[in-house]
Nanobody
Framework: QLQLVESGGGLVQPGGSLRLSCAASRDTLDRFAIGWFRQAPGKEREAVSCMSSRDNVTTYADSVKGRFTISRDNAKNAITLRMNSLEPADTGVYYC?????????????WGQGTQVTVSS
């Protein structure tokens, strides 16, 4: 079964940038739609971005449009989330997840999460 491991989280000041990576093993990521989700303390998990498998169509939450970019690195079997102009509201645990049948389908495989803290 596909296994996912996130990395790249940390503490950053408002306006700063981070690059999250989601590395896969036991299967190839280009067969899956990959989504990034986040959960802030005391809040529900929310979808941040997704990239489809067939044609790499991307979607973003309104709150991150223009600031976040999702991309694939098939050579490394990984997917990244580049986050610019970070705001305190972006703080949370970020998870990547994989879905076999598109961004609107069930995400069956999840990583363990990586903490992102935006604070001065």
């Amino acid at each position: 079964q596909l296994q996912l491991v996130e990395s790249g989280g940390g503490l950053v000041q408002p306006g700063g940038s981070l690059r999250l990576s989601c590395a896969a093993s036991r299967d190839t990521l280009d067969r899956f739609a990959i989504g990034w989700f986040r959960q802030a303390p005391g809040k529900e998990r929310e979808a941040v971005s997704c990239m489809s498998s067939r044609d790499n169509v991307t979607t973003y939450a309104d709150s991150v449009k223009g600031r976040f970019t999702i991309s694939r690195d098939n050579a490394k079997n990984a997917i990244t989330l580049r986050m610019n102009s970070l705001e305190p509201a972006d703080t949370g645990v970020y998870y990547c997840a994989a879905a076999k049948y598109g961004c609107s389908a069930h995400f069956a495989s999840w990583g363990q999460g990586t903490q992102v803290t935006v604070s001065s």
